[in-house]
């Protein structure tokens, strides 16, 4: 049987990409968000986790707006990285979980969320900048991605959000394949990369959305659109993703612990890292 071992929520940036790139890992300034990941990552080998379901957003880089899915899911045995515009990144070919991510599409369905299935899926900085980060390469963990529409309205509400956590979660936990899970949601936290307000962050708001997505999920759940883009920025409403993860863990009914939290305001968008374990 497959078991739900934590989640992991996680800001995705094309900056992060690049500094992974760059070796930015020894510059004193991105020491400490390497050195968190880091952390996280000697975690799920601890905890010996084998595979992530990681919820997130492309880009336009995959999907296109001619025919742009509210959730899409990706059902394969690999999947192939985005060229976002500066040349496809120097990695292995992303390693899939196409039993587990079957039985998600059959149990999604069979609750009413209705993903567009995806055999074949090529995966943007929503997962590429993350994974390198929490992944030994060649590629440790195997990836069941999982697009959620956070571009273009009409957007799923976030509630939808919790709502597909907590569906996943159960999915997971009643999967027969042997796996060990992560669920990890990908996006923001506050930033604005368009009109007068280009380059708004807000760090108190991301540290109290950390705050209570840990204790309080349901009062994030309950907010609207609005309610984010006014504290975080219009791109910040994909910090309801983390809705996703959080509903995972809920679902469980199981309690859980945090192995780590990380904040650091860039230069674009507050980068966010939460770790959470839950108790057997
Ligand atoms: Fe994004």
New binding site residues.
């Given amino acids: 049987m497959a078991v739900l071992i934590g989640g992991i929520g996680s800001s995705?940036?094309p900056s992060i990409a690049h500094a992974y790139d760059q070796g930015y890992q020894e510059r004193d300034e991105w020491r400490p968000f390497f050195d968190s990941y880091a952390r996280v990552a000697d975690w799920l080998c601890e905890s010996r986790v084998d595979t992530v379901v990681v919820i997130y957003?492309d880009?336009l880089n995959h999907f296109h707006f001619n025919a742009y899915p509210t959730f899409a899911l990706g059902v394969a045995e690999t999947f192939d990285i985005c060229d976002e515009g500066a040349g496809r990144r120097d990695f292995p070919i992303v390693r899939g979980h196409a039993e587990l991510a079957w039985h998600l599409a059959e149990q999604l369905l069979n609750q009413e969320f209705d993903p567009t299935i995806c055999q074949e899926m090529q995966v943007d900085h929503?997962v590429m900048s993350v994974l390198p980060l929490l992944s030994a390469l060649p590629w440790r963990l195997r990836v069941v991605p999982l697009h959620v529409n956070v571009l273009r309205e009409p957007l799923p509400l976030p509630l939808r959000l919790w709502r597909l956590g907590q569906c996943i979660g159960r999915a997971i936990e009643n999967c027969p394949e042997e796996a060990r899970v992560a669920v990890v949601s990908t996006?923001g936290l506050s930033h604005q990369l368009q009109g007068q307000d280009f380059g708004f962050t807000n760090p108190a708001w991301d540290m109290r959305f950390l705050d209570l997505l840990v204790g309080n999920p349901g009062l994030l759940a309950q907010a609207t659109h609005h309610d984010y883009m006014a504290r975080g920025g219009v791109?910040s409403v994909?910090m309801m993703l983390w809705l996703a993860m959080r509903g995972a863990l809920a679902q469980s009914g199981r309690d859980f612990r945090e192995i780590k939290r990380f904040y650091q305001r860039s230069l674009l968008t507050g980068y966010g890292l939460l770790a959470l374990e839950l108790f057997p």
Avoid: F, V
């Fill in positions: 995705h940036a957003n880009h929503g996006g791109e994909e």
